[in-house]
């Protein structure tokens, strides 16, 4: 007895036995997922600044100087591009955000709540470009909406001449944005609540005599907010530099910022892209200024409810709030669902003259026709995706049990470097990547494509099942190891298998993230290799509806597929263990 307790000792975190010397591999996850996440962005930052300041070797760039700086800063329309982004940014992240906490605020816990919820999350697995494909075919001057109308209500049997889809404001941009970040806020929200005791905190703003709204903000949602608040952040810094959605549905005259950095980097005069990276930086700048503003945005959010709540006022009467807010999810979801109703019926149609609602006919032609040049694109998607997601996975199971060997690893340090690719404007180091692929021959490799992928997977597949790894019960490991299990055996016979289903989930979620990048593939893929998202946008520009809709409608095919496999297998496996299925 001596002996075996001499081999064994009791872990930090939960008093588990585990053998000596425990996991090696989980001991180096950490660092090397470090690297994974920290390494790209510090690398590829380098490789903006450097020729921003005119030093880039490879193209005579010998000497630091203000060169580009000055080019920038005489280009027409910049100040608006950048001025747009900004604006885009916090007005797409302050209207999702309060969709979001009005709807909660008024249905939490609610029957409705729950079935929202389950509308609402599937929304997730679909990329943000096959999400703007759809909604321009609802909202176009020909689309979907007007052709319910017309001519009976309008009197129209021509499409408006109306400038909707690239409006000089981005209002289309904007609102595409808001119905595809309201699930991700959503849902990280549903994270939040569970380590909250927000039933009885509810209970006890309603005994005070407060409303279901004002019960909520007043004592709820500060505490929410907290742990939101990284992803708030995410959801701000993408919206101020996305380019697919900003291709798809935003202003051509000036574009966006982001889109102007695309066409800079893709100009075949290499002198411009000094140009380009000193607009990287003003990028950053931008997102920075954003982020700035966004704080601002926090202090007053804060006044406008400490106020009412220190004059005790109660907003007993909030039946029309609460209706509003629900109004706005369900149509946001509506969007989204229609919008990928769309892309099929387009991918299907045959004549289809305005103002009929439906196709005279449907036909495969455009199928047969797409498919021969889709496969190579089909092909590379799914092998990045399937490669950059199985390492996430593997460096997430790795860290996370390594986070339960020492007890260390859910601060705020860790959370902030999870989100920091996520923070950072893809565009404003994925260049300095480029550069530096192309320096060390790598460029368009892929080993290059599926590390740049990986950089984006990994924090959602962390995020994903970091919550149901660490609220798995201990108890199993403390019986494996009673057994005899060394820790290994027990992650493998024992934990896997009963976390399968979040596994799996977290797996689809990665998939999903990376069918839909499109700036990596389009930077460090150089052209060689494509996938269908990046396809899907290079088509944007074409105009052919029943194109866009095949290659739109394919590229929301595939997360659903992951989802739905995730969901599947668990159920296949563990058919004959009714709590493994669950």
């Not at 980097?265 to 931008?286: C, I």
């Not at 004549?351 to 496969?375: E, V």
């Not at 986070?403 to 601060?411: D, K, N, S, V, Y």
Request: charged share 10%; hydrophobic share 55%; proline share 7%.
């Amino acid at each position: 007895m001596a002996q075996a307790l001499r081999r064994r000792q009791l872990s930090p975190a939960g008093g588990v036995p585990e053998r000596v010397g425990g996991m090696r591999l989980a001991r180096i996850a950490p660092p090397l997922t470090l690297l994974v996440l920290v390494g790209p962005l510090a690398f590829g930052l380098a490789g903006t600044l450097l020729p921003a300041f005119g030093y880039l070797p490879s193209l005579g760039g010998t000497r630091f100087s203000l060169d580009a700086f000055h080019l920038l800063a005489g280009t027409p329309g910049i100040v608006r591009s950048a001025a747009t982004s900004i604006l885009a940014g916090l007005v797409t992240t302050l209207l999702a955000l309060l969709c979001v906490v009005a709807f909660a605020a008024g249905h939490l816990d609610s029957p409705l709540f729950l079935r929202m919820r389950r509308l609402i999350s599937p929304l997730l697995a679909v990329p943000h470009a096959a999400a703007a494909f759809g909604f321009a075919f609802l909202v176009a001057p020909s689309g979907l909406m007007m052709r319910l109308v017309s001519p009976w209500l309008t009197g129209l049997d021509r499409p408006p001449d109306v400038l909707i889809v690239h409006d000089p404001m981005a209002i289309t941009m904007v609102a595409g944005l808001v119905i595809k970040e309201i699930p991700f806020l959503f849902l990280v929200m549903m994270a939040a609540l569970p380590q909250l005791r927000h039933k009885e905190t509810l209970q006890l703003g309603r005994c005070l005599g407060y409303g279901r709204v004002a019960s909520f903000i007043f004592l709820l949602w500060p505490q929410i907010y907290a742990q939101m608040r990284l992803a708030v952040f995410a959801v701000l810094a993408y919206a101020t530099s996305v380019v697919d959605v900003a291709v798809i549905l935003g202003p051509q005259l000036p574009p966006t910022l982001p889109v102007r950095l695309i066409e800079w980097m893709n100009d075949p005069e290499l002198q411009t892209r000094y140009l380009a990276s000193a607009g990287a930086l003003l990028q950053l700048v931008a997102t920075f200024a954003a982020l700035l503003g966004w704080l601002g945005i926090e202090r007053i959010g804060g006044l406008l409810v400490s106020l009412p709540s220190g004059r005790g006022l109660r907003f007993r009467h909030d039946r029309p709030a609460r209706h509003a807010a629900l109004a706005a999810m369900a149509l946001s979801a509506l969007m989204v669902f229609g919008g990928i109703a769309m892309l099929g019926l387009w991918s299907l149609a045959g004549l289809w003259q305005f103002p009929k609602a439906l196709p005279s006919a449907f036909t495969l032609d455009r199928w047969s026709a797409a498919l021969p040049r889709i496969l190579d694109p089909l092909v590379t998607t799914l092998w990045v995706a399937g490669i950059s997601t199985a390492i996430a996975v593997v460096l997430t199971i790795l860290c996370l049990e390594r986070e339960l060997e020492t007890g260390r690893g859910q601060g705020g340090r860790s959370l902030m470097l999870i989100y920091l690719p996520l923070i950072v404007p893809q565009i404003s180091f994925m260049f300095g990547l480029q550069v530096l692929a192309i320096a060390a021959g790598v460029e368009g490799t892929a080993a290059s494509l599926v590390l740049a992928h990986l950089v984006f997977v990994l924090p959602y597949v962390f995020l994903s099942l970091s919550d149901p790894w660490r609220a798995h019960d201990r108890r199993y490991d403390a019986i494996a190891a009673g057994l005899g299990m060394s820790r290994t055996r027990a992650l493998m016979r024992v934990r896997l298998p009963m976390l399968a289903r979040a596994i799996l989930t977290a797996a689809a979620v990665g998939f999903a993230v990376s069918v839909g990048q499109y700036l990596p593939t389009v930077l460090i893929g150089a052209g060689r290799l494509t996938t269908v998202t990046s396809e899907a946008v290079a088509l944007a520009a074409g105009g052919n509806g029943r194109v866009i809709g095949v290659y739109g409608f394919l590229q929301t095919v595939l997360p659903f597929l992951a989802f739905a496999i995730a969901t599947a297998v668990p159920n296949l496996l563990f058919r004959h263990r009714r709590g493994l299925r669950l």
